[in-house]
């Protein structure tokens, strides 16, 4: 077997399915990259058993087979650089890769590819099209919300779901939650209504990463696919209810803070030097006075108090945060300034980002001491 | 997971159990059956047996690591009609199991068991796959309370209302027969189904558990629900939009409408004119309904006659309340939920105390279990007393006198007429009804009820409270006005 095509073809395309490759598998092709030569094409496959990745590339191909090589010995040695449409040809050599490019060549040891196993095909599901920017946008805002921990399934995974012309992403541990709210402009017919797996959106988004084109999304009870030319992403989904989390957004904030994203990021940068063993920040937001200070203390290290330039009205409040769980949010938020909503001691903080399309909603629930 | 799964097997043997325990004079055929599913609900620990025994072999017959990747998380979840189905999961397992180890697996599986024909796969959740790194919230931060919302936005339902969790005893065995029938046959007979009962009595449960078990059973029947008041809601917010033919549309796709308190539509004209559309063309179609709401279709105040009587052509039932025995299957059913076991004293305390309601039952176990659990002790019956005494309903306390008033005003006579000989007819049945509520709801002996009224006979007591309690069955007046006066009391 033997495949001739372009460099920087087959370097994205390994570099991207090196990403679902099992790094601790027990079973050692679950570690590898699966090349199939077919006629015209290499199709390449990963899979960590939770989320599959195939690609085809197109390629001048002499016999057709199939040959495992690790994921990462192949992407390390076609991580060097050089000319990007230089030709490659990978030859299957006794029980060897050999991959030549014009200066070099490197020969990789194969696997035994018997044991790779099949990506599972979603049978009779929906199908729906979605621009893969959409996806990512979405995945990308709201991810670093989910739990964790797998304990509740549904929680450790992004809901998506579909509201008049939005697609809404929706991600929470509990103690936050992320919304983000990504228009499609299509009036596209049918509902979306998944839970997938946060680790594995991430994946997801990152191999769609360097595409700008639609793709079909097919889905059943326990499997999506995303496909588009040359791609195709198989993921467990989870076959569960999201909570309607709708019920607990605080409808009516008692005060209300405008602040400039940069100050806020700045101060609690350095607030966060004195807080302690859980990252707890006092907010105090003073509307009579105008002051919306920030305060940390740490008993081992020292203590801090800093005021921000803020736009304030409602009632005064004092409020204690995780100060992580503030932060994160930050890089969801695309506009120069945001609003802070309080409702009261023991309800979530809201903030959103100023603009005139506010397609983004974070929730963050405050210390009780 | 596994300890989840035990609670629940522990539930349904509980409620099992009560079940031969209320049943037991009684040689029902529904009573062999309870017997039956005992016996057959606890080979789980011979199903893990007998795959352990598999996987033995399996192993020896693969690789380590394919023995490890392909089989480490897989369990035998049942046997049905000679098929074993075999928990997996995810979708990757299932598709390399089936292509490569189908036979294998089989073939080991008859020979433990020659009466295994045939083998499938499901996959099962994997939430607690890795339990054992559950991780410690960054303490003190609150959490949302978003385990309340687990409810369906397509259809409302809450997953949690099920009928593994409805307990079922004699009061309520109609209801949940009738309900099993439209499941079985959905939009065929009983349509409307109408339950009626006082709050708590598990309407709503069932309701959702009917929604919950016909979406199971039909995959492709829409079921929605939702509550009369949210019905009002939408109405009125279509109807000041303009969008009203929008949401009668909505309706139009779902195969099942459940609607919760129906009496809220009480006295409101256009939503019942909407409302009796709807109901035309869902029982038309042949299309399941279910309602429920506090009180008989027929003395819901305000209710158009034509909505009535379309409500009395399906099938109304009462969940009156819950038997003694039945509240202890419900205390121990509720215990169990918490992990907590009370001794016997105290469930029979408990449902002795909190006749009428299963929500305030709930309540209360739910404080027991949490104060058990702070003071890390079990709770004496003294301690379970006290909770109840600050958290069970008041029983209002109310002078014979008081009680005397407020019938003859609301009959509009003379107070004086019911202590009086006086036979007069519009005098009677106000002194009846005294009589009636002064034995059925305070439990006062027969012969001082007749010593407070006018110092009557003993015998005369008993023949005014049987004669109301006949009367009671075929007047709807009468119960309405009953009603009326406990909720004035």
Known sequence: MKAETKFFKLKSAVSITERAAGKHATLPVLSCVLIEFKKDALVLKSTNLDVGIEMEIPAKTTGTGSVAVPARTLSSFLSQSG??????????????????????KGTIKSVPHDDFPVIPEVSNGETRNIKSKALIEGFKAVWYSASVSSVKPELASIYVYKDGDF?????????????????????????????????????????????DEVVTMKSSKNLISIESAGIKITS??????????????????????????????????????????????????????????????????????????AALSGEPIEISFNSKYITDCFQSIDSDSMSLEFSGKNK????????????????????NR | MFCIKKQARGISKIISTAYQHIFSCSTSLQNYKQVYTVGVMNPTTDFSRMWQTALIEIESAVSQANFSTWFKETSILKEADGTVYLGVPNSFTEEWLRKKFHNSILKILRQMNNNIRALDYVITKDEGRSMAKKIVAPAPTMTMPLQDFYINKDDNLNPKYTFDTFVIGPFNELANAAAKTVISNPGQVYNPLFLYGETGRGKTHLMQAVGNEIKKLYPNKKVFYMTSERFGNELFSALQEGKAQQFKDRFKKYDVLIIDDIQFFSGKEKFQEEFFHLFNLFKDTGRQLVF????????????EDRLRGRFNAGMVLDIPEPDHESRMVIVKAKCATHNITLPQEIVEH???TIKDNIREIEGVINIIACQAQLKNKELSLNEVRNILKNNAKPKKLLSVKELVKIVCDFYNIDEDMIYNKTRRKEVVRPRQ?????????FNISFP??????????????????????????????????????????
């Open chain 2, 350 to 352: 408990i449902s002795d």
């Open chain 1, 348 to 367: 979530a903080m809201v903030i959103k980002p100023v603009s005139s399309n506010q397609t983004f909603m974070y929730l963050v629930m405050p210390m």
């Open chain 1, 167 to 211: 697609v809404v992403f929706v991600a929470t541990d509990s103690f936050r939650l992320a919304e983000k709210r990504v228009p499609v402009s299509e009036s596209q017919q049918g509902s979306i209504d998944l839970l997938v797996p946060f680790k594995n959106s991430i994946e997801i988004a990152k191999a769609l990463e360097s595409m």
């Open chain 1, 83 to 104: 000319d990007k449409d230089q030709p490659i040809v990978i030859e299957f050599v006794n029980n060897n890769l050999v991959v030549s490019l014009s200066k070099s």
């Open chain 2, 448 to 489: 001082s009820i007749g010593e407070k009224l006018g110092n009557r006979d003993h015998t005369t007591v008993i023949h005014s409270y049987n004669k109301m309690k006949v009367d009671l069955k075929s007047d709807p007046l009468l119960i309405q006005e009953i009603n009326q006066l406990r909720s004035m009391l």
């Open chain 2, 292 to 303: 429920s709401s506090d009180k008989h279709p027929n003395i819901i105040t305000g209710l």
């Open chain 1, 236 to 309: 467990r989904i989870i076959d569960g209810v999201f909570p309607d989390y709708r019920q607990i957004i605080p409808k009516s904030p008692t005060t209300e803070a405008v602040v400039l994203k940069q100050d806020i990021v700045n101060t609690l940068k350095a607030a966060t030097v004195f807080s302690d063993s859980f990252n707890k920040i006092k907010l105090t937001a003073d509307p009579v006075k105008k002051i919306l200070e920030i305060t940390t203390k740490n008993s081992d290290v020292g203590e801090n108090d800093a005021a921000i330039d």
């Open chain 2, 433 to 441: 009804v005294v009589m009636y509520i002064m034995r059925e709801d």
